[in-house]
């Protein structure tokens, strides 16, 4: 019996994905809660056939060096694939996995959650009751907005953004998105309406992002497009950090000049104890949480686990982040 191929996993994924893997490789599982460091990760990779990776490693060509000519699939444990080196993965010939789809709902609910939390101060009145300063009702005690009939606006309308918007029916919304493109299909499912970037971030009541990180969206939102908004408007990013100036929120927050804020993703992640974000009362900030439902990231365990079986048997992942890898 040949041996089996080595793998990298460099996390503790849910068991459901490792069980799959363990019966056509031979793994190493990296045990600790914070990601290996990057020179460990080096030498943890040598002769590996396949890595199993996260947002939180650096996936370049010295790590694929490191692997060597014998590595065939990286398996990444994400939608998101902007740690890895792409172009270097699909120039060697390797396949790259990700989880399309998996999150998709579970991002989108955890959306609303942190949009109904901003509006109606859920977290500030939950601080208030602990802190020992609720002495009675009061009729301007902790306003907060109104969600239904207020105007949403989404960027980036994929398949979170969509999900986002199909819940927006039930509290009467009227939803206006940008994208790069634009979309008669999901207008017509979703009654949203495309809009100029300028013109959303004008007229809506909540902003929510919902882009990929990229050169283009780096600091989509920055300072010339927050005073834009509302005074009123609330801002929502269940995207990444790097897509929101942080300096520029903390400004803005501060001085009045939007009133709120929830983010699941910070620019840099994890955020820093000191940073001066934590100061805010009018910003939630969660630690990147919004797929982490059981179900979610239990799917996503199963789909990096078909990928890296499929790449180790050298088939076609069925979720590939590098198609163009197949031509030719």
Not at 80 to 90: F, W
Not at 233 to 243: D, K, S, T
Request: with cysteine.
């Amino acid at each position: 019996m040949s041996a089996k191929p080595k793998v990298l996993v460099t996390r503790q994924i849910p068991s459901v994905g490792l069980e799959m893997m363990r019966e056509v490789a031979e793994m190493e599982v990296w045990p600790q809660e914070l990601p290996p460091p990057y020179e460990t990760l080096l030498e943890r990779a040598r002769g590996k056939a396949g890595l199993v990776t996260l947002l939180t490693d650096r996936v370049d060509a010295q790590l694929m060096d490191a692997a060597g000519e014998g590595l065939v699939v990286i398996s990444q444990f994400a939608v998101g694939v902007d740690n890895i080196d792409l172009a270097e993965a699909t120039r060697r010939g390797v396949p790259v996995g990700h989880t399309p789809g998996a999150l998709t709902e579970a991002t989108a609910d955890f959306t609303w959650a942190l949009l109904l939390a901003a509006a109606r101060r859920v977290l500030e009145g939950d601080r208030f009751v602990r802190e020992g300063r609720w002495k009675t009702w009061g009729p301007q005690l902790l306003l907060g907005v109104d969600v239904y009939g207020a105007t949403l606006g989404i960027i980036g309308l994929g398949r979170i953004g969509a999900a986002v918007a199909r819940r927006a029916r039930g509290f009467a919304m009227q939803v206006l998105y940008h994208d790069r493109r634009r979309k008669p299909d999901l207008e017509r499912q979703l009654g949203v309406k495309w809009v100029s970037f300028s013109d959303l971030l004008r007229r809506s009541d909540f902003i929510s992002l919902h882009t990929p990180l990229n050169d283009s969206t780096y600091h989509l939102i920055g300072a010339e497009e927050l005073a834009q908004m509302k005074p009123q408007a609330i801002l929502i990013n269940c995207a990444r950090g790097g897509v929101l100036d942080p300096q520029a929120l903390y400004q803005a927050l501060k001085e009045g000049r939007i009133r709120a804020a929830a983010l699941d993703v910070t620019e840099p992640e994890p955020l820093p104890a000191d940073s001066p974000l934590l100061d805010l009362p009018n910003l939630i900030i969660a630690p990147h949480m919004a797929s982490a439902s059981k179900q979610a990231r239990d799917a996503m365990a199963r789909m990096a686990a078909e990928n890296l079986i499929a790449g180790l048997r050298g088939e076609r992942l069925p979720y590939c982040a590098n198609p163009e890898v197949y031509q030719g």
